[in-house]
T-cell receptor, first 116, second 119 residues
Framework: GAGVSQSPSNKVTEKGKDVELRCDPI?????LYWYRQSLGQGLEFLIY????????KSGLPSDRFSAERTGGSVSTLTIQRTQQEDSAVYLC??????????????FGPGTRLTVT | AQKITQTQPGMFVQEKEAVTLDCTYD???????LFWYKQPSSGEMIFLIY??????QNATEGRYSLNFQKARKSANLVISASQLGDSAMYFC????????????????FGQGTILTVHP
């Protein structure tokens, strides 16, 4: 079946502009995650959606970052007034029912964001 | 808070030999899960293997096995019979579990180890 998809695959933007990154999770997956991977770094958690529960926003680095998930499916990560330190690969992941181990996360190919 | 440490920035192995990638972790949680992911140059994260903190047996998945030593808080990945296609970045990660066995969602990742397999 189809995996997690993300768009765009690459985004170049000027400092100060807003950007929107999209994630389409695997159909039926109840949980959706956003991570950020900076050059040569590990993955940094940003935000997590689970069903109708309030999202876990504890990883968002500043109030310039926000995300929403519509209809329990597609998610959009928005970065306002982009800064050069926002340049990174933004990875989206989804996982199925949490009641069955290992409920691993399935990752998308990522969006490479470059802020000039 | 959870922390994952991967002390090997890069590792080299000869094709067909075994290699161990180190991972140590720190957590105050009693119940947690440990994961290994592979990230080839294409960038996509590929799930390899999982170990629950209460699992008594070390996890195995084909050529991958996880050497889990709970007292030492280590969860090393062993790749047997290395192949050229194993060249990639490898990440160790962990996630908290509650008493009911369900998940708290977010993964905490280490910095990764770049594995290069030589022919």
């Amino acid at each position: 079946g189809a995996g997690v998809s993300q768009s765009p695959s690459n985004k170049v933007t000027e400092k100060g502009k807003d950007v929107e990154l999209r994630c389409d999770p695997i159909s039926g997956h109840t949980a959706l995650y956003w991570y950020r991977q900076s050059l040569g770094q590990g993955l940094e958690f940003l935000i997590y959606f689970q069903g109708n529960s309030a999202p876990d926003k504890s990883g968002l680095p500043s109030d310039r970052f926000s995300a929403e998930r519509t209809g329990g499916s597609v998610s959009t990560l928005t970065i306002q007034r982009t800064q050069q330190e926002d340049s990174a690969v933004y990875l989206c992941a989804s996982s199925p029912d949490l009641l069955r181990e290992p409920y691993e996360q399935y990752f998308g190919p990522g969006t490479r964001l470059t802020v000039t | 808070a959870q922390k994952i440490t991967q002390t090997q920035p890069g590792m080299f192995v000869q094709e067909k030999e075994a290699v161990t990638l180190d991972c140590t972790y720190d957590t105050s949680d009693q119940s947690y899960g440990l994961f290994w992911y592979k990230q080839p140059s294409s960038g996509e994260m590929i799930f390899l293997i999982y170990q629950g903190s209460y699992d008594e047996q070390n996890a195995t998945e084909g050529r991958y096995s996880l050497n889990f030593q709970k007292a030492r808080k280590s969860a090393n990945l062993v790749i047997s019979a290395s192949q050229l296609g194993d060249s990639a970045m490898y990440f160790c990660a962990m996630r908290k579990r509650n008493a009911g066995g369900t998940s708290y969602g977010k993964l905490t990742f280490g910095q990764g180890t770049i594995l290069t397999v030589h022919p």
